[in-house]
């Protein structure tokens, strides 16, 4: 028989500090000069009576496993929330801090250009501090779900004349409109919210590489937009919005700019929220169940590409020394060419080291090991996904056929990065070049992924 439902929620300061370096863009120059709003996490926590699970939204870049893991294994130590059932969730805002996202840094780490390593230590614990607030104000509540259209994102992937993508708006490319929001209200009809979550798959990068101010980008204009329009529990807490990303691993704004233009999109997403959980029907009993997927990736192999930019680097080597002196044209662009293939062999090269030191990655085997998370309230479920899956894999996902309503969260409990179609793979393009993982790993979760549902969806009306 289904449980009453109970929710909490609260939201602490990542207090980054300013003047150390921004992460996001590869081509920004300048460090931090100051904050534009603040950069936070916020929590929600959600309890059937028997099972407790926690989402928590943190607005920076990305956040690996093992950053992940520590925030999930200190909730469990302080709370009765078991590790598995944590979803941390990076918003991928392009206007926060650099840091290291894949390892805590240890006491005796040398300074790092760049960086704060005593905020970097102490992150995990700030995080895991709004999950273990949220547990302590856990109170009777009612879910509901809805989506709206809404037209910020556009493909990014434009396919020129002579087959090459370029990193440039593609009107007809696929695109997912679909604007999620999740309530947790404080009775069957009360206005009063505990809680609410934005999910759309969009990046973060409204705000351009010339912005050098700390900020949640548009997701942080649309959180605060729709707190503002949502009325507070009888309990006297404010309500906590929360911004969780969908499968943007090939979506952009289609429209950027400065901060007035992220406050015109994030109001325009709150109020479109707003409008649907306002007629979405509610229900104050569900089963919570979680459900932590193992997924093993195949790893690009990268041989081939590291030859081809190595034999690239000889021949203009010796084309150089052959034109030594002649300068002119000729000479700027054997030059041209030169610097192209170190770039080349540079960016393998990364990968390669990438998963040289990564702890997951089986080197024998050529395999990655990560895992996916599934949260299901009832006859909605989450879906959370360890990287920057692809706008099609997600749409995937969305169309079960097992739950009503399907988020799927991205940048979810690790960061493997750039998670491709099988189509992409054959046509390249950054999103490609920059992958460490084998072509069919979307698809491999997008299978993974409807597998369990149907799973959890038997498991739930079991429960019932």
């Avoid at 939201?11 to 590869?26: E, F, H, N, Q, S």
């Avoid at 995080?127 to 037209?151: C, D, K, M, S």
Wanted: glycine letters at 10%; one cysteine or more; hydrophobic letters at 40%.
């Amino acid at each position: 028989m289904s449980a009453q439902l109970h929710a909490g929620a609260a939201r602490v300061k990542l207090d980054p500090p300013v003047g150390i370096a921004m992460a996001g863009y590869g081509r920004r120059t300048g460090s931090s000069t100051g904050i534009h709003d603040d950069l936070t996490a916020g929590a929600l926590v959600v309890s059937d009576g028997i099972r407790k699970a926690a989402i928590v939204s943190v607005e920076l870049l990305a956040l690996g496993i093992r950053i992940c893991d520590s925030i999930a294994e200190q909730v469990a130590a302080h709370t009765d929330i078991p590790p598995e059932a944590v979803m941390v969730c990076a918003t991928h805002t392009h206007s926060g801090p650099h840091f290291n996202m894949f390892a805590t840094p240890r006491g005796d780490s040398p300074d790092a250009p760049g960086r704060d390593l005593n905020w970097e230590r102490g992150l995990p614990d700030r995080i895991a501090r709004a999950v273990i607030e949220a547990n302590a104000h856990l109170r009777p509540a009612a879910v509901a779900a809805a989506g709206a259209q809404f037209g910020l994102g556009t493909n990014r992937r434009l396919m020129r004349a002579d087959g090459t993508i370029q990193l440039a708006p593609n009107y007809a490319g696929t695109v997912d409109h679909e604007l999620k929001v999740l309530g947790l209200f404080a009775t069957m009809h009360d206005p009063g919210a505990i809680s609410c979550l934005l999910n759309y798959p969009c990046h973060g990068v409204v705000l351009c590489e010339d912005n050098l101010l700390y900020s949640r980008d548009w997701p942080g204009f649309a959180i605060d937009a729709l707190q503002q329009s949502t009325t507070g529990s009888s309990s006297g807490r404010a309500p906590i919005a929360l911004f969780t990303q969908g499968a943007s691993g090939n979506i952009d704004p289609v429209r950027r700019g400065d901060f007035s233009a992220g406050r015109e999109w994030g109001h325009a997403a709150a109020s479109l929220a707003h409008a649907a959980l306002a007629h979405a029907a509610r229900t104050g009993f569900a089963q919570v169940v979680t459900r932590r997927v193992p997924v093993l990736m195949k790893l690009r192999d990268l041989s081939a590409r590291l030859a081809i930019a190595r034999a690239n680097i000889q021949q203009t080597e010796l084309a150089l020394k052959k034109h030594a002196g002649v300068g002119g044209i000729q000479h700027r662009r054997l030059t041209d060419q030169h610097q192209l293939s170190l770039d080349e062999r540079g960016a393998a090269e990364a990968l390669a080291e990438a998963n040289r030191r990564d702890r997951r990655v089986d080197q024998g085997a050529g395999e990655l090991r990560t895992h996916m998370t599934l949260l299901a309230i009832g006859d909605l479920v989450l879906v959370g996904v360890p990287g920057e899956l692809f706008a099609e894999l997600g749409i995937a996902i969305k169309a079960n056929p097992y739950f009503r309503h399907t988020f799927v969260l991205g940048y979810c409990n690790d960061l493997v990065g750039y998670i491709p179609t099988r189509e992409a793979y054959e046509v390249g393009g950054y999103e490609v070049e920059t992958s460490r993982v084998a072509q069919g790993s979307g698809e491999l979760l997008v299978h993974l992924a409807l597998a369990h549902l149907a799973e959890m969806r038997e498991e739930s009306t079991k429960l019932k």
